[in-house]
């Protein structure tokens, strides 16, 4: 059985180097992989004297980074962690034994239920990670504590089937996302959270990133649950159809007379629109059922290929 750590990195020399020392000690069977994007100190130099193979990913952005990882590495247990030495590397042999004995396909490193909001002092990232948990758990039906942990740990199956999209910080709740709603299992454990040493900067910026992931909540709930989307989005235009229509049919109550011919027309041309989008959610939900058929069809194909190697 083989483990790879998978560290991505940007500009982390100040940590790399004893994170690397770390899951050495800790797991000095599996390959510790360091993946330098673009970083303009010696990280990459850090991280090879400390033993880890260092590849580069030329395109900006931990999405980026990831695909990468996921494409270029086989084995039977994959564990990501961040690069700046947050996560503690003694919780790793825990996150390996889930995974290699079939318990889940993704393990989650819960800091939320730990040391998190004792550490991290950003009042703007604590309440960031409280909405996205709570957007992801009421729209996907689920009862996950940390969306957005930088440490996890993933099955074959998961990542040779997991179709990424994001290019940036995103990528942690497109994971959880792509999980939830394609049936793999999914384990938290508690881990304590530290925060950054001195010297060492946090790449995410509250705002933008913040930004980027609430369009990307958006977009899977769009294409995760099409349906409830496109439900949701008939429903507003129904209200403005309606807003249009009524005052017209009081009038012509009132008076027998239809007044505002142009707002009635425009009010008829939003509820086609209405009717419009919601085939198109219904012919988007049909779809999204037979990408799950064949999501199921490449998995079977994944643990034959396994079998016969």
Do not use: W
Not at 72 to 93: K, S
Not at 103 to 130: C, K, P, W
Not at 234 to 255: N, S, V
Not at 278 to 301: C, N, S
């Amino acid at each position: 059985m083989k483990t790879a750590i998978l560290i991505p990195c940007y500009n982390e020399a100040s940590t790399i180097g004893k994170v690397v020392s770390d899951f050495k000690r800790e797991m000095p069977h599996a390959d510790i992989y360091v993946y330098d994007n673009n970083s303009s100190d010696n990280t990459s130099e850090i991280a090879e004297k400390a033993g880890a193979i260092v590849r580069h990913e030329y395109r900006q952005g931990k999405g980026n980074v990831v695909r990468s990882m996921f494409h270029d590495i086989h084995a039977d247990c994959y564990i990501m962690v961040d690069g700046d030495d947050t996560y503690p590397a003694e919780e790793a042999l825990a996150f390996e034994q889930i995974i290699l004995s079939k318990q889940a396909d993704m393990v989650i490193g819960d800091r939320l239920s730990s040391t998190y909001f004792e550490e991290n002092d950003r009042r703007f990232h604590n309440t960031g990670n409280r909405f996205v948990r709570k957007s992801i758990n009421m729209f996907f039906k689920s009862d996950l504590h940390d969306i957005m942990t930088g440490m996890r740990a993933f099955s074959y199956d998961f990542v040779k089937s997991f179709p990424i999209r994001s290019k940036e910080f995103e990528i942690e709740t497109e994971m959880s996302v792509f999980a939830l709603m394609n049936n793999f299992k999914i384990k938290e454990i508690p881990i304590e959270y530290r925060d950054r040493k001195e010297g060492s900067v946090s790449k995410l910026n509250t705002y933008s990133d913040g930004m980027k992931v609430i369009r990307m909540i958006f977009a899977l709930i769009r294409d995760q649950r099409p349906l409830m989307y496109f439900s949701v989005v008939t429903l507003i235009l129904l209200i403005i159809a309606g807003i249009f229509f009524f005052p017209i049919l009081f009038t012509f109550f009132q008076t027998g007379n239809v007044l505002k011919i142009p707002t009635l027309i425009v009010s008829a041309v939003v509820v086609i629109i209405a009717a419009m989008t919601f085939f198109v959610g219904v012919i988007l939900h049909v779809l999204k059922h037979q990408h799950a058929e064949e999501l199921e069809r490449h998995l079977i194909l994944l643990n034959e290929m396994k079998r016969k190697e």
